[in-house]
């Protein structure tokens, strides 16, 4: 089954406790990315990947951190949590579908830093 | 990149009655995408229209496409209370490049 996977599914932790969150697809996509979502502000993009050793910046990079040392895996690290990272975390992976490039998600991971 | 403005930001209805939400967008684009999420859950895409057409379906799920007025609008015939659920419209411009969201139409339906 075509899914993408993220772990945990839900965390608490403390500020300042370095933290990662992976993510993993199974469809074999180039493109990967991480969003934060909350309430008011809908969907931001943290960082996207467009291939293996390929990242960017998205629209609220700070504090994050991520690497894509395999085309299937896409962590999120935060090295330095604080109260501010506290959301909704989304991974999505995305490939060419007759030239639509359709965006699959993973199930979230709802973060709290106490 | 660019984002997607949905309209109205949220919707209630009664079951069996039509939905349509609306999106506006600023620059050309190679298509135009609608997801859905149920609350606290990830996206799932629903449907997708290029730019050289004007109207597509998908069972209940209707989408317009106006380039000229940089708009596209979503219709869901006959809601269910399953329905109920933000909706997103994401425009891409061109290749794999990222998928910018809006906030989202809110929908309610009302059983």
């Known amino acids: 089954e075509a899914q993408v996977t993220q772990n945990p599914r839900y965390l608490i932790t403390v500020t300042g406790k370095k933290l990662t969150v992976t993510c993993s697809q199974n469809m074999n996509h180039e493109y990967m990315s991480w969003y934060r979502q909350d309430p008011g502000l809908g969907l931001r993009q943290i960082y996207y990947?467009?291939?293996?050793?390929?990242?960017d910046k998205g629209d609220v990079p700070e504090g994050y951190k991520v690497s894509r040392k395999e085309k299937r895996n896409f962590p999120l690290i935060l090295e330095s949590p604080s109260p501010n990272q506290t959301s909704l975390y989304f991974c999505?992976?995305?490939?060419?579908?007759?030239?639509?490039?359709?965006?699959?998600f993973g199930a979230g991971t709802r973060l709290s830093v106490l | 990149s660019q984002q997607g403005e949905e309209d109205p930001q949220a919707l209630s209805i009664q079951e069996g009655e039509n939905a349509t939400m609306n999106c506006s967008y600023k620059?050309?684009?190679?298509?135009l995408q609608w997801y859905r999420q149920n609350s606290g859950r990830g996206l799932v895409h629903l449907i997708l229209?290029?730019?050289?057409?004007r109207e597509k379906h998908s069972g209940r799920l209707r989408v317009t496409l106006d380039t000229s007025k940089k708009s596209s609008s979503l219709l869901i015939t006959a809601s269910r209370a399953a329905d109920t659920a933000s909706y997103f419209c994401a425009p891409r411009n061109s290749g794999n490049t990222p998928l910018v969201f809006g906030k989202g139409t809110r929908l309610s339906v009302i059983a």
């Open positions: 999505a992976s995305s490939s060419s579908t007759s030239g639509g490039y359709i965006q699959y």
């Open positions: 620059t050309s684009i190679n298509n």
């Open positions: 229209i290029r730019s050289n057409e």
């Open positions: 990947s467009m291939n293996v050793e390929v990242t």
